[in-house]
T-cell receptor
Framework: EDKVVQSPLSLVVHEGDTVTLNCSYEVTNFRSLLWYKQEKKAPTFLFMLTSSGIEKKSGRLSSILDKKELFSILNITATQTGDSAVYLC???????????FGTGTRLKVLA | GAVVSQHPSWVICKSGTSVKIECRSLDFQATTMFWYRQFPKQSLMLMATSNEGSKATYEQGVEKDKFLINHASLTLSTLTVTSAHPEDSSFYICSGAQGYEQYFGPGTRLTVT
């Protein structure tokens, strides 16, 4: 059965810290891995990764995919209180177009 | 571009009544739309895949007679929660697919009293 596992489940840091969120997957028909940020509403898109080893970057956020070891990480540097959210990882099944979501990592950044 | 809307954004209904949630793709045609449910502090769970002009495909464990999905046009899919019960209270999110990418609606919070 396809699954996506995120760790840690929750994390509390102070402003300015750097955090690394993990996402591992077992999905037979992998097409892409996506990261989302969710506050008190629907998730907002951060990154889509399809190729191994190519880092995607947006401001203080970056992400990379390892298709051999079947995982991805999301890094957030110089965290701010506005980064507090649930970060969701999803893997897309190339046959069905479905997204399989992980459990999410709940990040809280303290001032 | 690629904006998806949902209506209503929140709804409170009494147990036993039915509630309809609309999902619209505003600036693109979505031949496929997905419906998710999210319980508090949990991840998104796919309920069903809705294809325009055909019957929806439901995930295992999702009651098709309870969660009626209609995808009547390329820009509109509806989810009707029939005979709602308090355990149906949840956050319902739809997404419209354009190619391989999904664009999420803002979600509908349903509370059944």
């Amino acid at each position: 059965e396809d699954k996506v596992v995120q760790s840690p489940l929750s994390l509390v840091v102070h402003e300015g810290d750097t955090v690394t969120l993990n996402c591992s997957y077992e999905v037979t028909n992998f097409r892409s891995l996506l990261w989302y940020k969710q506050e008190k509403k629907a998730p907002t898109f951060l990154f889509m990764l399809t190729s191994s080893g190519i880092e995607k970057k947006s401001g203080r956020l970056s992400s990379i995919l390892d298709k051999k070891e079947l995982f991805s990480i999301l890094n957030i540097t110089a965290t701010q209180t506005g980064d507090s959210a649930v970060y969701l990882c999803a893997v897309e099944d190339v046959r069905t177009y479905k997204y399989i979501f992980g459990t999410g990592t709940r990040l809280k950044v303290l001032a | 571009g690629a904006v998806v809307s949902q209506h209503p954004s929140w709804v409170i209904c009494k147990s036993g009544t039915s509630v309809k949630i609309e999902c619209r793709s505003l600036d693109f045609q979505a031949t496929t739309m997905f419906w998710y449910r999210q319980f508090p502090k949990q991840s998104l769970m796919l309920m069903a895949t809705s294809n325009e002009g055909s019957k929806a495909t439901y995930e295992q464990g999702v009651e098709k007679d309870k969660f009626l999905i209609n995808h009547a046009s390329l820009t509109l899919s509806t989810l009707t929660v029939t005979s709602a019960h308090p355990e149906d209270s949840s956050f319902y999110i739809c997404s419209g697919a354009q190619g391989y990418e999904q664009y999420f609606g803002p979600g509908t919070r349903l509370t059944v009293t």
